[in-house]
């Protein structure tokens, strides 16, 4: 089985100034990774994924995440954060064998990123 | 694409009543996902389908939760009757399962449901 920690419930930073969301996760077997976004009134939208490679990833809207494999963390970062960046974070894991995945996502518990002007 | 199309995008009812959600999952994908958001649990799987059959059902509720998915283009989930404690957004989600470039599930617009 797998778990998701998404360690800051509430994250409120001032527009341009960096962010991190962190995310660490436990699995008996390798995974995918995925980081999910969700604007007030909507659905789920993909920011971005891990799938193998270089471990840094970049998304959109700015924002990249660094798969860490010993330390077992997927933590999420924007050198300078705008208003429209306010919205509910995800963490996701889904196991993989070879090249495909399969089973269910797995999701943490969200993070809400508030930007003050 | 039109994406996942979720209709009604609201639905107040009354305690007791039947409620059916509908979800029209992205063409040519094999997976379908019913999750259920609220501010206490939140975002839970339901069920999902892969290719029109359910793979997992261990997230619904209990028997007053039924999902079905008759062909590869439509998908509902039912609640009857309905308790005020099931009011939430309930999301769809579609894949296509087994590509290679790892399981992007996207999401509809949810639907967000109301019991008196």
């Known amino acids: 089985a797998q778990s998701v920690t998404q360690l800051d419930s509430q994250v409120p930073v001032f527009e341009e100034a960096p962010v991190e969301l962190r995310c660490n996760y436990s699995?008996?077997?390798?995974?995918?990774l995925f980081w999910y976004v969700q604007y007030p009134n909507q659905g789920l939208q993909l920011l971005l994924k891990?799938?193998?490679?270089?471990?840094l990833v970049k998304g959109i809207n700015g924002f990249e995440a660094e798969f860490n494999k010993s330390q077992t963390s997927f933590h999420l970062r924007k050198p300078s954060v705008h208003i429209s960046d306010t919205a509910e974070y995800f963490c996701a894991v889904i196991p993989r064998a070879g090249g495909t995945s399969y089973g269910k996502l797995t999701f943490g518990q969200g993070t809400i990123l508030t930007v003050h002007p | 694409d039109a994406g996942v199309i979720q209709s009604p995008r609201h639905e107040v009812t009354e305690m007791g009543q039947e409620v059916t959600l509908r979800c029209k999952p992205i063409s040519g994908h094999n997976s379908l996902f019913w999750y259920r958001q609220t501010m206490m649990r939140g975002l839970e799987l339901l069920i999902y389908f892969n290719n029109n059959v359910p793979i997992d059902d261990s997230g619904m509720p209990e028997d007053r939760f039924s999902a079905k998915m008759p062909n590869a283009s439509f998908s509902t989930l039912k609640i009857q009757p309905s308790e005020p404690r099931d009011s939430a957004v309930y999301f769809c989600a579609s894949s296509f399962s087994g590509s290679l470039t790892g399981e992007t599930q996207y999401f509809g617009p949810g639907t967000r449901l109301l019991v008196l």
């Open positions: 699995s008996s077997v390798s995974v995918y």
């Open positions: 891990y799938l193998s490679g270089s471990t």
